[in-house]
Nanobody, 126 residues
Framework: QVQLVESGGRLVEAGGSLRLSCAVS????????SGWFRQAPGKEREFVAT????????DIADSVKGRFTISRDNAKNTVYLQMNSLKPEDTAVYYC???????????????????WGQGTQVTVSS
């Protein structure tokens, strides 16, 4: 059973920072692309960031570029999302995802990810 467990979400003031973590229970995690998505109330799930299997290639959504970064530690089976200069419009449930096709590049589309976490709430107050 593959499990993805996000953590790190909480209430933060605008301009603040958070680091989300996603622990993945996949022994071969180091071969898989990972991504972060978010869903705000009343809105569709949207792409935030993706990172390829070895961390050598990343892509960030235009809406958060320059403020968010994605990274991974394959030794710890964990993906991170560093979020700086947070804005109220960043308020959402953040989900991590894993694409279990090995050695793929970056993936922006939610439909290409096979496994998802339960989400962690990020709330940014103005």
């Amino acid at each position: 059973q593959v499990q993805l467990v996000e953590s790190g979400g909480r209430l933060v003031e605008a301009g603040g920072s958070l680091r989300l973590s996603c622990a993945v229970s996949l022994r071969t995690f180091r071969t898989y692309t990972s991504g972060w998505f978010r869903q705000a109330p009343g809105k569709e799930r949207e792409f935030v960031a993706t990172i390829n299997w070895n961390g050598g290639n990343t892509d960030i959504a235009d809406s958060v570029k320059g403020r968010f970064t994605i990274s991974r530690d394959n030794a710890k089976n964990t993906v991170y999302l560093q979020m700086n200069s947070l804005k109220p419009e960043d308020t959402a449930v953040y989900y991590c995802a894993a694409d279990i096709n090995p050695w793929r590049g970056i993936v922006r589309t939610a439909e290409d990810y096979e496994y998802w976490g339960q989400g962690t709430q990020v709330t940014v107050s103005s």
